[in-house]
């Protein structure tokens, strides 16, 4: 089993920054993708950024490229989302999700572990 645990998130003014924290325990040897995702009310489910925990490949949703930075330390078992330049239409919870495939999948069905999600709230 996998365990998750996001935090970091809160209220942020239009224009600001927050960094999420992403805490990965159990079997984690065999995990090869890490991946943020968001969902917002009323919305499904969509990805924002990944990276591959070996190489540190990425790949970011076009809503968040040059914005937002993921980054892992392998050591500590953790995954980082750096968020600048916030904009209202961020806001959303923000999720943690693993996978045991290299590949950085955009669709949350191929993660095989979530974390519980942790608030994003980006005021005008």
């Known amino acids: 089993q996998v365990q998750l645990v996001e935090s970091g998130g809160g209220l942020v003014q239009d224009g600001g920054s927050l960094r999420l924290s992403c805490a990965i325990s159990g079997r984690t040897f065999d995990l090869r993708a890490m991946a943020w995702f968001r969902q917002a009310p009323g919305k499904e489910r969509e990805f924002v950024i990944g990276i591959r925990r070996t190489d540190g490949t990425t790949n970011y949703a076009d809503s968040v490229k040059g914005r937002f930075a993921i980054s892992r330390d392998n050591a500590k078992n953790m995954v980082y989302l750096q968020m600048n330049s916030l904009k209202p239409e961020d806001t959303a919870v923000y999720y943690c999700?693993?996978?045991?495939?290299?590949?950085?999948?955009?669709?949350?069905?191929?993660?095989?572990?979530w974390g519980k999600g942790t608030q994003v709230t980006v005021s005008s």
């Open positions: 999700a693993v996978r045991g495939g290299s590949t950085i999948f955009t669709t949350a069905t191929t993660y095989d572990y």
